[in-house]
């Protein structure tokens, strides 16, 4: 489980084939995962991944077809940014909204403008999550807690203050960019309990 609060941005270092899916080798920027153990989770870019081999510097992740096909880190390429999350603790706080790292789909960059000193940027959401999308409720977009500013049937848009930008790589992203998507779990379990037939 984590909250989507970015700790760190890292480097895809390396990328090698194994078995139909993919190793990472990813370097962790100014995130401390000295204490971290082979098995530990880490959300990568709002995907979630077992650590192998952690160390000081980074740490390999080995990534499933599906996972690849699914969510952005299948086109990943070495030099690449990410975003970083350790798996939350119970006496951390919960700074964002409750994720847990398993994508619902791919997303795609409309624009983004200038909103005072912040930036609006606008999504587009495959037709199957719209319906879980709602303004001022949470999403997470690769790996980032965001409040929903406005819908309107399958795009919304959200408001991204210069921290935002500097810490995560959402400040990276041009129009047209395919990004991961979270929906909020409590929409999703909502859903299921007053349709449960779906």
């Not at 990328?15 to 989770?41: A, F």
């Amino acid at each position: 489980m984590f909250t989507g609060i970015v700790a760190s941005m890292g480097v895809l270092m390396q990328r090698s084939s194994v078995d139909g899916g993919c190793r990472l080798h990813i370097s962790c920027g100014e995130l401390d995962i000295g204490n971290c153990l082979p098995g530990d989770s880490i959300a990568v870019s709002g995907v979630c991944l077992t650590m192998l081999e952690p160390s000081q510097s980074g740490f390999y992740a080995d990534v499933s077809r599906e996972s690849l096909e699914l969510t952005t880190l299948g086109g990943l390429q070495q030099g690449d940014h990410i975003n970083l999350e350790l798996a939350l603790a119970l006496q951390d706080r919960l700074g964002g909204h409750m994720v847990s790292g398993h994508v619902d789909g791919k997303g795609r960059l409309l624009s983004r403008r200038p909103d005072g000193s912040a930036q609006r940027f606008e999504f587009e959401v495959p037709e199957n999550l719209a319906k879980y999308v709602a303004r001022k409720g949470s999403i997470c977009v690769n790996g980032v807690s965001l409040t929903v500013n406005k819908v309107d049937g399958v795009r919304f848009s959200v408001c991204l203050i210069p921290h935002t930008l500097d810490v995560t790589t959402l400040g990276l992203l041009q129009a047209g960019d395919e990004v991961n998507l979270e929906v909020d779990l409590i929409a999703r379990y909502l859903e299921r309990l007053l349709h449960p037939e779906s």
